[in-house]
């Protein structure tokens, strides 16, 4: 098992050039993978394009996924349908769903990514499509298991005023949380680690941690996976 937090930041991303076959260049990095974590994760990633940048359209056959908009405007077309999505727009992409992403905005777009394994079951089952995008900032925590047939449950954006504090545990559950705005500190394992925005925590089975907010308080984004029984 591993027993130590995983923290990572966006600070030195790399530069992807052709994004599921998509003219131009965006940037990415991998903050968290699923070696060593128990529950049904893939990878926790953030990725960024340009003004007017794509991320090519693609089909979701062996995993599920979720976006989360950190910043700018954009165009997510899901199944050929185009939705205007903004930061602080979730979206939850389900088996067998062909999606693509385009910056339609004058800024940079960049987003959060939680794919997630499936079961051989849930890919045999050629029928099965949804996808939701939900405005998780206006509207509050979305439970992604209404959704989507993996181990994503809930997600949501938590505001610790300045001085507040908040406890994580991984017990049953798996988390990861990227931090959005604000700082403070996040105590495991005996460390204390400075967090900002971009910062980011994934807490493997059997570990936990404690966020505190500094003097302009602290917002992150926070998704719990469920971890089946035997894998515990």
């Given at each position: 098992?591993r027993?130590?937090?995983?923290?990572?930041?966006?600070?030195?991303?790399?530069?992807?050039?052709?994004?599921?076959?998509?003219?131009?260049?965006?940037?990415?990095?991998?903050?968290?993978?699923?070696?060593?974590?128990?529950?049904?994760?893939?990878?926790?990633e953030?990725?960024?394009?340009?003004?007017?940048?794509?991320?090519?359209?693609?089909?979701?056959?062996?995993?599920?996924?979720l976006?989360?908009?950190?910043?700018?405007?954009?165009?997510?077309?899901?199944?050929?349908?185009?939705h205007?999505?903004?930061?602080?727009?979730?979206?939850l992409?389900?088996?067998?769903?062909?999606?693509?992403?385009?910056?339609?905005?004058?800024?940079?777009?960049?987003?959060?990514?939680?794919?997630?394994?499936t079961?051989?079951?849930q890919?045999m089952?050629?029928h099965?499509?949804?996808?939701?995008?939900?405005d998780?900032?206006?509207?509050?925590?979305?439970d992604?298991?209404?959704?989507?047939?993996?181990?994503?449950?809930?997600?949501?954006?938590?505001?610790?005023?300045?001085?507040?504090?908040?406890a994580?545990?991984?017990?049953?559950?798996?988390?990861?949380?990227?931090?959005?705005g604000?700082?403070?500190?996040?105590?495991?394992?005996g460390?204390?680690?400075?967090?900002?925005?971009?910062?980011?925590?994934?807490?493997?089975?059997?570990?936990?941690?404690?966020?505190?907010?500094g003097?302009?308080?602290?917002?992150?984004?926070?998704?719990?996976?469920?971890?089946?029984?035997?894998q515990?």
């Open positions: 098992m027993e130590a937090v995983v923290v990572a930041d966006v600070h030195a991303p790399a530069d992807v050039h052709g994004v599921h076959a998509a003219a131009g260049h965006s940037r990415w990095t991998c903050l968290a993978r699923r070696t060593g974590l128990h529950g049904g994760w893939e990878a926790v953030w990725a960024w394009l340009p003004p007017g940048g794509v991320s090519g359209e693609h089909l979701h056959s062996r995993t599920e996924e976006y989360f908009l950190l910043s700018g405007r954009g165009e997510i077309t899901l199944d050929g349908r185009p205007p999505v903004r930061a602080g727009d979730t979206v992409t389900g088996l067998g769903t062909r999606h693509a992403l385009r910056n339609t905005g004058r800024r940079p777009l960049a987003w959060l990514v939680v794919e997630l394994t079961t051989k079951e890919q089952d050629r099965h499509r949804s996808a939701v995008v939900r998780l900032r206006g509207h509050g925590p979305l992604a298991s209404g959704v989507l047939t993996g181990p994503l449950r809930t997600v949501r954006l938590t505001r610790l005023a300045p001085g507040g504090s908040a994580l545990d991984a017990h049953g559950e798996e988390h990861t949380v990227f931090v959005t604000g700082t403070g500190t996040a105590r495991a394992t460390r204390h680690v400075s967090v900002a925005r971009g910062t980011s925590l994934t807490l493997p089975l059997g570990t936990s941690a404690w966020l505190s907010a003097a302009e308080g602290l917002e992150y984004f926070h998704a719990v996976l469920a971890v089946p029984e035997e515990r």
